[in-house]
């Protein structure tokens, strides 16, 4: 059943993608939003503004997770809800909506239309962004954040577990900046989102390796994840720049300051035939997912 309702929702998900008004996560967001401002006055010690992220963090995500745990063990309705909830939590087709059109304009040439389109989906200042490269990191960290990350947990701890991922990803998100409103406020749910990633994040970085340049994904995530500042973003993108063989990483700009990341991947700039190879190694790791899953569910119940 675990595997049925897997197949379910991607490709419920691949045909439908996100939905147009009245997202989930969209409302979560505004929740979250109203509980982050009646508790975060930035006032208090940093011990106190920690619980207080804390308390935040318990009330966004807990009643959600009791609720999905409970429908989901009826006898009934319990598979169909679940098929529904995880296609809520899946993102697969969204990495294409976002992504394609993106692709499409590099082609016809129009960098500035295709900076604006970049800018959508990554936090960086338009004037400065390489669309190719943030496209492609935008498409393999996301692999792991909308795809690979919610799959996991799903098989895990079932609608529950999905749901709980993909909300605390989203409070991370929202709350997970290192500035002095969510320095202490929000590292609850950064440090809860990098527990809930350790083990996806390295499964989606093997993945790439797997489907891509093999060697190089390797190298790759062995020497440069570790500069990364992110514990978990570093082996995903590491490995998915050596798997397609491209450069990826480097100087960006994020809200008027310039930040030096490490150098990611080969020496190779990424074009923007490059994102279409991005999206192609997502859905061949997808693939691959569902393959694996299938065999070890198909034995456990024989």
């Not at 809520?88 to 976002?98: A, I, K, P, Y």
């Not at 577990?161 to 993909?166: H, K, L, M, S």
């Not at 990826?248 to 300051?257: Q, R, V």
Request: glycine share 8%; charged share 15%; with cysteine.
């Amino acid at each position: 059943m675990t595997f049925i309702i897997l197949l379910s929702a991607l490709i419920l998900d691949w045909l439908f993608g996100e939905p147009k008004r009245l997202h989930p996560l969209v409302g979560f967001g505004t929740l979250a939003s109203h509980v982050e401002a009646r508790l975060n006055h930035n006032t208090h010690a940093a011990c106190h503004q920690f619980m207080l992220g804390l308390l935040a963090l318990l009330i966004c995500i807990v009643p959600f997770a009791i609720i999905s745990w409970i429908i989901s063990q009826m006898a009934i309705w319990g598979s169909l809800f679940s098929v529904v909830v995880l296609t809520l939590c899946l993102g697969h087709r969204s990495l294409f909506d976002h992504a394609r059109p993106i692709f499409q304009t590099m082609q016809k040439g129009d960098i500035e239309q295709a900076k604006m389109l970049t800018s959508r989906i990554v936090s960086r200042d338009k004037d400065h962004i390489e669309p190719n490269k943030a496209t492609i990191e935008s498409v393999l960290e996301n692999g792991n954040d909308a795809v690979f990350g919610t799959l996991f947990w799903f098989v895990i701890a079932g609608a529950a577990g999905a749901v709980t991922y993909r909300l605390v990803n989203t409070l991370d998100a929202m709350w997970g900046y290192r500035t002095p409103r969510f320095f202490y406020f929000g590292k609850a749910a950064a440090r809860l989102d990098d527990v809930l990633n350790f083990v996806p994040a390295r499964l989606t970085a093997f993945s790439y390796a797997l489907l891509g340049n093999r060697q190089q994904a390797f190298r790759c995530w062995r020497q440069q994840a570790p500069l990364w500042d992110s514990p978990n973003a570093g082996p995903v993108m590491a490995s998915g720049a050596g798997a397609l063989d491209i450069q990826l990483g480097g100087p960006a700009c994020y809200h008027g300051k310039w930040h030096q990341r490490p150098v990611l991947g080969t020496a190779n700039p990424a074009h923007s035939n490059d994102i279409q190879r991005a999206l192609q190694l997502v859905l061949r790791s997808v693939l691959l997912w569902l393959l694996v899953i299938g065999l070890i569910t198909g034995i456990l119940h024989a």
